[in-house]
């Protein structure tokens, strides 16, 4: 299950359950393995009872370096080990892709090579997200337009670069929204004309039409993404957030901390607490979106969005003391002016969601504290 599961993962080329089995009992270490399998990565797992309880160990090496990455232990009862299998393995193959994705950079700034490939760059772009902020957004769209220039007819490249466009236009960290925009529309469709059923375009595709405001559109190319690639936590995340959004469906939020779980040391983890808490916004839920603001400010500490979001749920439960502080962060990290452009963007979102009159009301007492 675990070897048919990442093999569904694009461009991750798996070895046989069957050649590595043949080798198990061969090889000494992870780096003899994987010369022998022709693998930069090695994952081993052993499953063992200890008194009602079925315990799963996984491990994932480089085996290159001869190093762990990545360890962890799942339980359940030996009598429901059946029922919690399917979802064991998923966790297992999200956790192993989302890592396996993010450690080509840290090779790359080691090696000390001054040129990088188009899918280095890609990845390296990729990396940057775990701090990140407007600098880093920056660095981002430069890293994927290099990347694109060596590989001008690749469409995850491509996609990838309308994904951080239409980002860089939600965030305000765009001279020219519109035109940025349109640029990230044209780059997606064609993206979609070359790969139609690749899962990573669609995914991408489903973020730039979240950032674009069509939610029913972002909602089918990633249900898409995740029925046909089910190790990409982004995907799920998002997924879960446009549910909330659009039909204040709860169970999204199911899908965003399924996301959080699995992935944990994903590069866009900081941003899906923020998901998480404009997801209970949008479905009025003010006491949840809080904490979830809360980690959302940790995970990102250099990004204004999360304390306007806190300001937000601080506005809905009363509590202008305490939104008046996020605001007053908020614009030390960006510009005076934030917060009524964020008002201004997230009445765009709003207007997609059956609560969109309620939010409405409460973004408008939020812009004024401002004047307050």
């Not at 450690?103 to 080691?110: E, F």
């Not at 997200?129 to 600098?135: A, K």
């Not at 993404?225 to 549910?243: E, F, I, M, S, Y």
Request: aromatic fraction near 6%; proline fraction near 5%.
């Amino acid at each position: 299950d675990l070897t048919m599961l990442l093999a569904r993962t694009p461009r991750l080329r798996v070895t046989p359950y069957s050649s590595a089995v043949h080798l198990a009992a061969e090889a000494h270490n992870a780096t003899e393995a994987g010369t022998a399998l022709h693998a930069r990565f090695i994952v081993t797992a052993s499953l063992a009872r200890c008194g009602d309880l079925v315990r799963i160990r996984v491990e994932l090496c480089d085996a290159d370096d001869d190093v762990l990455l990545w360890a962890e232990k799942f339980e359940a009862a030996i009598d429901r080990f059946f029922d919690v299998q399917e979802d064991a393995v998923c966790s297992i193959t999200t956790a192993i892709s989302a890592k396996v994705n993010t450690t080509q950079p840290a090779r790359v700034r080691r090696s000390g090579r001054f040129e990088i490939s188009a899918y280095e760059r890609v990845q390296a772009a990729e990396a940057l997200r775990f701090n990140y902020g407007p600098d880093s957004a920056r660095q981002i769209v430069t890293l994927l337009q290099e990347a694109l220039a060596i590989e001008p007819h690749d469409p995850i490249t491509r996609a990838a670069l309308a994904v951080q466009l239409s980002q860089n236009v939600v965030s305000q960290w765009a001279e020219d929204p519109a035109a940025t925009m349109a640029q990230a529309d044209a780059l997606i469709s064609r993206a979609l004309t070359n790969a139609p059923n690749d899962p990573d375009v669609r995914a991408a595709a489903g973020v730039v039409a979240t950032m674009l405001h069509r939610p029913d559109v972002a909602i089918g190319h990633l249900e898409f993404a995740t029925q046909h690639n089910p190790n990409d936590a982004h995907a799920l995340a998002v997924l879960g957030w446009q549910r909330c959004l659009r039909h204040a469906d709860s169970t999204g939020i199911d899908l965003i901390e399924t996301a959080e779980q699995r992935a944990p040391h994903h590069p866009r983890f900081g941003l899906w607490a923020t998901y998480r808490a404009t997801g209970h916004l949008f479905m009025l839920d003010y006491a949840n979106a809080l904490p979830a603001a809360r980690q959302a400010i940790e995970r990102t500490p250099n990004y204004y969005q999360p304390h306007l979001t806190c300001a937000w749920a601080c506005t809905g439960l009363d509590d202008s003391v305490t939104a008046n502080c996020e605001i007053r962060i908020a614009r030390e990290l960006e510009l005076p002016d934030i917060l009524g452009k964020f008002v201004d963007e997230m009445h765009k979102w709003s207007m997609n969601s059956p609560n969109h009159a309620q939010c409405r009301e409460v973004l408008e007492r939020l812009r004024g504290l401002a004047t307050a």
